[in-house]
């Protein structure tokens, strides 16, 4: 792991974790974090449902295993990067909106994705069993990619920014 944690960087006074989890629950969800570095940390930061995952060193693949392992069998999954603070609940109401059906996938597509889905994107419970197989880091793609007849996709004006680097959420503040 990296000297800093991403999910921690400040971001406009606070880490940059907790816009992600705000966004959520304005949305009217209860949102659950997967912890892994400096879990003491980030668990006291976000405020809400947290689990920790002891394999997080081992890529994204199992923190997504880990946290739909948590959830209700039953529900569909909002999966949400941390790196993501200018998500808008607006855009996490819609998707779930469009969650109708079990086999259903809702991605996003921003208006300057050209033609690629951005997050958060929301999965089925029919797809449960897929996304507790997850390792590595390897994240839900796949699964997309594989179901695209079940793929629903909601057109999102503007662009989608998550902070892959340190550098990406320090030049964004200066803004």
Same mark, same amino acid.
């Given at each position: 792991?990296?000297?800093?944690? +991403?999910?921690? =960087?400040? $971001?406009?006074?606070?880490?940059?974790?907790? $816009?992600? =989890?705000?966004? @959520?629950?304005?949305?009217?969800?209860?949102?659950?974090? /997967?912890?892994?570095? #400096?879990?003491?940390?980030?668990?006291?930061?976000?405020?809400?449902?947290?689990?920790?995952?002891?394999?997080?060193?081992?890529?994204?693949?199992?923190?997504?295993?880990? %946290?739909?392992?948590?959830? #209700?069998?039953?529900?569909?999954?909002?999966?949400?990067?941390? &790196?993501?603070?200018?998500?808008?609940?607006?855009?996490?109401?819609?998707?779930? +909106?469009?969650?109708?059906?079990?086999?259903?996938? /809702?991605?996003?597509?921003?208006?300057?994705?050209?033609?690629?889905?951005?997050?958060?994107?929301?999965? %089925?419970?029919?797809?449960?069993?897929?996304?507790?197989?997850?390792?590595?880091?390897? %994240?839900? +793609?796949?699964? @997309?990619?594989?179901?695209?007849?079940?793929? +629903?996709?909601?057109?999102?004006? %503007?662009?989608?920014?998550?902070? &892959?680097? @340190?550098?990406?959420?320090?030049?964004?503040?200066?803004?």
């Amino acid at each position: 792991m990296g000297a800093v944690n +991403k999910m921690l =960087v400040d $971001w406009h006074g606070r880490p940059m974790v907790c $816009w992600v =989890v705000d966004a @959520i629950q304005q949305a009217g969800l209860d949102p659950l974090v /997967v912890l892994g570095h #400096e879990a003491e940390l980030v668990g006291a930061a976000v405020g809400c449902r947290t689990v920790f995952n002891p394999q997080f060193a081992d890529g994204m693949g199992t923190s997504l295993a880990c %946290g739909v392992s948590a959830s #209700e069998a039953s529900s569909a999954v909002l999966v949400a990067h941390a &790196d993501m603070p200018e998500l808008q609940p607006l855009v996490v109401l819609q998707l779930t +909106k469009m969650m109708l059906a079990d086999d259903d996938i /809702v991605v996003p597509m921003y208006a300057d994705s050209e033609g690629e889905f951005g997050h958060p994107i929301v999965i %089925g419970p029919a797809y449960r069993t897929d996304l507790l197989r997850l390792d590595g880091d390897v %994240g839900a +793609k796949q699964i @997309i990619r594989s179901n695209l007849s079940h793929v +629903k996709h909601l057109a999102v004006p %503007g662009s989608f920014r998550d902070y &892959d680097v @340190i550098t990406d959420s320090a030049a964004a503040r200066r803004h």
